[in-house]
């Protein structure tokens, strides 16, 4: 199993950011997918996640409004899109499935948030 987060960079307030999770070594359609995000200094919390099928997601209260999560099972890829972005959603942002009782992460990808 294998997740690649991109599409991490530094953004001004009020901007837009696009994560993308790559994901392979598993049969993606079967399983639901995460997106966590880790602050300095904060423990690793949770932002949003979207089932198998894109049918049913859930947010964060944080984000709720602001961030959406999608994904396309052709290419094997989960999205998060983040808009009126603040300070306060600094963070590593990291993909996360559950597969075969296997928690699996990728290695992340920075977000700053800053003038």
């Known amino acids: 199993v294998q997740l690649v987060e991109s599409g991490g960079g530094l953004v001004q307030p009020g901007g837009s950011l696009r994560l993308s999770c790559a994901a392979s070594g598993f049969t993606f359609s079967n399983y639901g997918m995460s997106w966590y995000r880790q602050a300095p200094g904060k423990v690793r919390e949770f932002v949003a996640s979207i089932s198998s099928r894109g049918g049913s997601t859930n947010y964060a209260d944080s984000v709720k409004g602001r961030f959406t999560i999608s994904r396309d099972n052709a290419k094997n890829t989960v999205y998060v899109q983040m808009n009126s972005l603040k300070p306060d959603d600094t963070a590593v942002y990291y993909c996360?499935?559950?597969?075969?009782?296997?928690?699996?992460w990728g290695q992340g990808t920075q977000v700053t948030v800053s003038s």
């Open positions: 996360y499935a559950y597969i075969r009782w296997t928690e699996f």
